[in-house]
């Protein structure tokens, strides 16, 4: 796959799916603009840079300004990815009015913004949006009521706008993940009561036997916006271990 005077945007690049999608679209000779809301994707700005890639970070300022830096920055937009999500554990009747609220804001809410900030640009140059969504908008999984729920609207929303934009020449996609070994994962093991058998439950859930890896997914994301698979829209991509079968 070839890259090169692509335009890539992607939200949640500071770590794990993010900082590897942004690192992998780089090596191709994209042009990437990332995102986070702590100075992280800052570093991996310059992780890019020391590569000898094109980067621009954009610390979190809403989804106007970051949209707006990439066209004003490169002239406009090839490739959008919207990875940024929080996971909120609990039940119905465990999770918060506040909640649901910011778990909706921050897995929906973003995606929906900044798809629409970008399609101009997407559709002045038959672009791409790659939304991250998960298993558990396919498989019912107990203790994550609003992060389904949440995840669920990203792959429904995916599949509308793939409908409703597939005459204008723009494409989207969606990645569904399964449990991946990134820093925010370790840190919700790591929180949990009895982090050994944390670690224990969640791999033995997994087919392969093993979790999946920042990178795998990334290999995913490029493949959904590849050039070279121009009749892909409206798809789902799963990687999640066998999890779902």
């Not at 204008?168 to 569904?176: I, L, S, T, Y």
Request: net charge negative.
């Amino acid at each position: 796959m070839d890259f090169s005077s692509k335009v890539v945007v992607i939200t949640g690049a500071g770590a794990g799916i993010g900082r590897s999608t942004a690192l992998a679209f780089a090596a191709l000779g994209a042009c990437v603009v990332v995102n986070s809301r702590s100075k992280t994707a800052g570093q991996v700005c310059g992780e890019i840079a020391d590569q000898g890639g094109t980067a621009v970070f954009v610390q979190a300022e809403g989804a106007a300004r970051l949209i707006q830096t990439a066209a004003e920055r490169f002239g406009g937009i090839d490739i959008l990815v919207n990875v940024a999500g929080i996971v909120a554990s609990g039940s119905v009747e465990q999770c918060s009015e506040e909640e649901w609220d910011r778990s909706m804001t921050t897995n929906v809410k973003s995606v929906f913004l900044t798809s629409k900030l970008a399609l101009p640009y997407l559709r002045d140059r038959h672009g791409v949006i790659v939304n991250i969504s998960s298993t558990v908008a396919i498989k019912g999984v107990a203790n994550r009521a609003v992060y389904s729920a949440s995840k669920g609207a990203v792959l429904s929303l995916s599949r509308s706008m793939a409908a409703e934009y597939v005459r204008e020449g723009v494409r989207v996609n969606c990645v569904c993940p399964g449990t991946i070994e990134t820093p925010s994962f370790h840190d919700r093991v790591s929180a949990s009561a009895d982090p050994e058998k944390a670690m224990e439950d969640f791999i033995a859930r997994q087919p392969m036997g093993r979790l999946g890896t920042p990178e795998e997914i990334a290999q995913a994301i490029l493949f959904a916006a590849s050039p070279d698979v121009t009749f892909m829209t409206g798809a789902n991509i799963v990687v999640d271990g066998a999890m779902t079968l």
